[in-house]
């Protein structure tokens, strides 16, 4: 329900933006439609004529055409007569080093309009262009009605309609005549659209059409396109390996640079701007070039510098210092096809590299090709080939590079985020999968460790019943059997197995590695056999360290140990004082068991077959890596038994 | 605290409940043959112990765990109620820390060792009629570590709002007698050492199996209270 909600309202949002588009659009355009529906007068035909002058002159504030010789001629409008290039680059080379005024020549349209204009008001002349390198005037009915270029063209000069109002108030004379004088050099041309006369509300919408595709638009995306290669110029700054964000920084520079002239309205000449401009659009072909060898891969180092040279030569040729190729309209028609032929080159070239393998390079190589296709284009217009009435596309060019190059970073920049997600996702997924393999086999682990306590539990206890209690009863069944003992004897081997089974319960009781607590149970349990012996035990412990490896097993074995050494003074010694101590020493521990019988000979008693006590204390002490010792004498013996503080491994 | 003597003008009145034959006249020989002692009323299961509890009290209360029909606390726990003065008196085989504090926590004062000899036996009754209580180190540690882990249980403060017995931490020298004992020493022994008595002794033991019976019984009303078996 939340997924749907959202989806509506992103798909209300984006058709809101398009209608707000669509409709700002309309308005502007729609601002003065005439109800009439005609959109002026259009004039076609003209008549023309070419005169000589001595030089560049203020046009006259009133010009009667009757003055001028009677040599006109009738065109056709549209008019773009063509252009010998090498004789008008020659001119225009050799003017500028020269220094010297070239000839001007004047170009003059009359045009008469078939019928005064319908309706009052304010009228307007407009035209799609103008093209001229001198200056431009237009006398309406003789007299001087609009200038412009006095100081010769402007940058923008090709891409301004003609357009202009005249008063046509009510005392006002209808237009029978509109006149055009353009200066021009010797060696240019010039070209002329058909001309529109009428209201100034029907003409409008037209000429702010032309006047918005041709300079503003071209504008705003020249200016979107730098704006986005600053973005990758900050993109770069942090991510230095990768070239391609410095390249398309780069190229959107480049690209602005060379598109500034579409639309500033500075004077033309030989000068740093118009040095940048021409060579602008050079390095702009080179950027590309280097752009997609970034994207196939391949150096191409021969076509590389040759691109190179070409670039740095035009540059060198071209700067306004040295005027070798000075960089005037009537010039740089014969530079332009030089990049628009290194553009071709890179085209192909990059193009057969990255066709196989690389759909970004694909991209780039077709929008190369369209802005090469557009520039061609421009240069066709701008020299008279095609008609005057055309559309500047080259402006487009730097559009077309952002889009080509907007849609490389947009796809790479959805590929990133859906790579992120998918990493992310994966990540979890395998951080999910570890945990549940660890969980299984740390499971694992458990069951293992819990199946080996219980297996080593069970040996122990065996071992244990084995050797001691079990052993017991069975000598004890075979003495009844035989009938050779008496019940005083029986009951105190019963007895003994008792004891035997208590030290097996006590030695799985917590003890907490305290070996007193463990001593102390021994203690309590053999206290009552020595009622009525005779025997006195003096306890004389002191605190000790604790142990922490004692656990059940290790405990039978140290509480065996000590059993059985009591066991041995009772039983084969006539003492009457038996003395338990403990000591604490560098290593472990000590307990000490002394007695005040006779004493008895340790060697013999282990090197004899019947020490197998004694024997059994040695396997026990070593089995906890411990020692046992005896010290014996007339007076009585000491038996010892050492144990670790830590058990050998953690040593 | 009036030493026990053969010439008690106030035997000592003995009752148990046993359902092992051998072992129940055994303990009838051993209360028999003491001067001091009156064997009061036998039994053989849960049934008749619990059903004996009706009549007069014993002074000593002499319990086995594993009864045919039930378990020997339940006459424990029954015994504390209806005969408050009796010490109540576990018998049991090994001694084991389970068996014993469980035995204790019900309101038994000791226990006897079913391999004690008889005049042990004798002495471990006498020693209990007169307030004394026997002790092992094992359960000894254990005392210690249960007081150790709750001296300031929420449920005290409870226990005490409601006008219950609040346990009482042990006393220094209560500590001091356990100390001794999981190291070892005999009630003589440790008399000796803290030049007191070894009846004094005795008793500092029953006082803290008293504690320790308290203590478990608010241990077990803040259980039930946190598991919501009380409201």
Known sequence: MRARAQRLLAHLLLWFSVAVLVAAGSLYLDHDEPHGGAAGQHLTRADWQETLAPGYTTPPPRLDSAALPPAWQAVALPFNPAIALLRQAESGAGGARNGVAPAVRVSWFKLAPEQPPAGAGTLALYGIRVKTDGTVAVYINGRLAHRAQQRGPLWNSTRTPLWFTLDNGPGAAPVREILLRLEHSDASQTALSSLRLGPVEALRAPYHVRLWLQQELPAMLSAAFMAVGV???????????????????????????????FYVDLPIENDWFAWL???????????VHFFLCQLHRQPLRWLT???????????????????????????????????????????????????????????VVYGLFACTALGVTDWMLQ?????????????????????????????????????????????????????????????????????????????RLMQDMHDGLGSSLISAIRSVERGNIGDARVSQILKDCLDDLKLTIDSMEPVEADLLLLLATLRFRLEPRLEGTGVSLLWEVRELPTLDWLNPSSALHILRIVQESIANILRHTRATEIRVGTTAV??????????????????????????????NQQRRAAAVDGKVGWNSSAAGTTFTLWLPLKPRGQV | MTPASHHDPHPIHVAIVEDDPDFSNALSLVVENAADMRLAAKAGTQAQGLSMLAGPPADVLLVDLGLPDGSGIEVIRAAARHWPSCSIMVSTNFGDETH????????????LLKDSSPSRMADEIRSLANGGSPISPIIARQILARFRHQPAAPAHG??????????????????????????????????????????????????????????????????????GLLS
Not at chain 1, 594 to 606: M, R, S
Request: aromatic share 8%.
């Open chain 1, 231 to 261: 973005f990758a110029l900050f993109v770069w700054l942090r991510r230095r390996h990768e070239t391609a964000y410095l390249l398309f920084f780069n190229l959107a520079a480049t690209a602005f640079l060379r598109g500034l002239h």
């Open chain 2, 100 to 111: 014993v504090m469980r035995s204790i926590e019900a309101g038994a004062a000791g226990y």
């Open chain 1, 305 to 363: 510098r040759a691109l190179v040279a070409v670039t740095a030569l035009i540059g060198a040729l071209t700067l306004p210092g040295l005027a070798v190729l000075p960089t005037l309209p009537t010039v740089t028609p014969m530079i332009y096809p030089v990049a628009a032929l290194m553009s071709l080159v890179a085209c192909v070239v990059g193009g057969t590299c990255a066709w196989r393998h690389s759909g970004e390079g694909r991209l």
């Open chain 1, 586 to 615: 560098a290593d472990g521990v000590q307990v000490h068991i002394g007695d005040n019988g006779g004493g008895f000979d340790v060697a013999a008693a282990l090197g004899h077959g019947g020490g197998r006590g004694l024997q």
């Open chain 2, 158 to 227: 409870q226990a005490a709002a409601h006008g219950e017995e609040a346990p009482a931490p042990l006393s220094q020298r209560e500590k001091q007698v356990l100390d001794y004992i999981t190291k070892g020493f005999t009630v003589h022994e440790i008399a000796g050492l803290m030049t007191l008595s070894h009846f004094t002794v005795r008793t500092f033991v029953r006082r803290i199996y008293s504690k320790l019976k308290v203590s478990s019984k608010a241990e077990a009303i803040f259980e039930a209270r946190t598991q």
């Open chain 1, 383 to 459: 020299n008279n080939v095609i008609g005057a009435e055309g559309w500047y596309l080259g402006a487009y060019a730097p559009a077309v590079c952002f889009i080509t190059f907007g849609t490389l970073m947009y796809r790479r920049y959805v590929d990133a985020i859906a790579e992120v997600e998918r990493v992310n996702a994966g990540l979890a997924e395998r951080l999910a999968a570890r945990e549940a393999e660890l969980e299984a086999s740390h499971h694992r682990l458990r069951q293992i460790e819990l199946r080996q306590t219980i297996s080593d539990e069970r040996q």
């Open chain 1, 277 to 287: 401009t021409v060579n602008a659009l050079f390095w702009l072909v080179l950027s």
